[in-house]
């Protein structure tokens, strides 16, 4: 359902992604995994334009985009089609809970108030969030905030979901409970991008694990190829680090 081809993007002289191709199948979960500044976030914004591209293909369900020449109308096709969760939420701070999960549907998809109001209470509910609608994000725990941005992007019924590091913010104890939220949105045939350094996760819910270095992405396969039999040295080297890590958490 989503092919980029050739992708490039610079800031300045740095670039940042270099010659990205990848394939995704209708309701795949796709797991990205790198290390700090290989590019993962940047996929994910050129995937909606929240950075424009400056070269490549961008083919999501029947829209094909060139990014040299792509016109106000196709980008605007092509941010229709996805949604994504951030790091830090990117809530409205000035809105409630309700009023962040509507503001889409009201402005950009046109949905009339009452509709709205009926659709987030219905998505807000199943993130664990119906007694907050009137809080403000500053009164919520980090994991409330960042059901919040899963539910805003839920509300947006867009064929693809983009995940960037959604719990890499929160406190190690919030974790859990948005995991478990994001894995149950696997559950429901949805696609799924999901940029993470949460290994176990990505082992356990994704059907494809990309790992991606300087630009490039280096390495990529089914999640029990790229976690226990890794082609690439670098792959390895990255994912033994982790290993690592987890061990020094373990008491002995
Ligand atoms: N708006 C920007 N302007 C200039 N440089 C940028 C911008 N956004 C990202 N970069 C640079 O692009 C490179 C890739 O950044 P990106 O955020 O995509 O990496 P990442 O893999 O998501 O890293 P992390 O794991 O730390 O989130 C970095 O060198 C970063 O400094
Ligand atoms: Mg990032």
């Known amino acids: 359902m989503l092919t980029i081809k050739n992708l490039v993007k610079r800031f300045g002289d740095n670039e940042?992604?270099?010659d990205i191709t990848m394939d995704v199948g209708q309701g795949e979960v796709i797991a990205i995994i790198g290390p700090s500044g290989s590019g993962k976030s940047t996929l994910l914004r050129c995937i909606n334009y929240l950075e424009e591209p400056d070269s490549g293909y961008i083919n999501l369900e029947e829209l094909s985009i060139d990014t040299t020449?792509?016109?106000?109308?196709d980008i605007d096709r092509l941010t229709r089609k996805s949604s994504m969760v951030f790091q830090h939420y990117n809530?409205?701070?000035?809105?409630t809970v309700l009023e962040n999960v509507t503001e889409g549907l009201i402005v950009t998809r046109k949905m009339k108030k009452k509709e709205a109001v009926e659709k987030a209470r219905g998505i807000l509910e199943k993130v664990g969030l119906l007694a907050q609608l009137k809080q403000y994000p500053a009164t919520l725990?980090?994991?409330q905030q960042q059901r919040v941005g899963i539910a805003r992007a839920l509300a947006m019924d867009t064929p693809l979901l983009l995940f960037d590091e959604p719990t890499s913010a929160l406190d190690p104890e919030l974790v859990k409970g948005v995991l478990d939220i994001i894995k149950s949105i696997t559950e429901l045939n949805q696609t799924m991008i999901i940029v993470t350094h949460e290994m176990n996760f990505?082992?356990?819910v994704s059907d494809k694990v990309i790992f991606m270095e300087d630009g490039y992405i280096v390495e990529e396969g089914p999640p029990k190829e790229v976690f226990d039999h890794p082609k690439h040295r670098r792959t390895a080297q990255f994912i033994h680090q982790f290993d690592e890590n987890?061990?020094?958490g373990i008491e002995i």
């Open 69 to 73: 020449r792509a016109n106000k109308k």
């Open 202 to 204: 990505a082992k356990e």
């Open 91 to 95: 809530l409205f701070k000035n809105k």
């Open 141 to 143: 725990s980090g994991g």
């Open 16 to 18: 940042v992604l270099k």
């Open 246 to 248: 987890e061990l020094e």
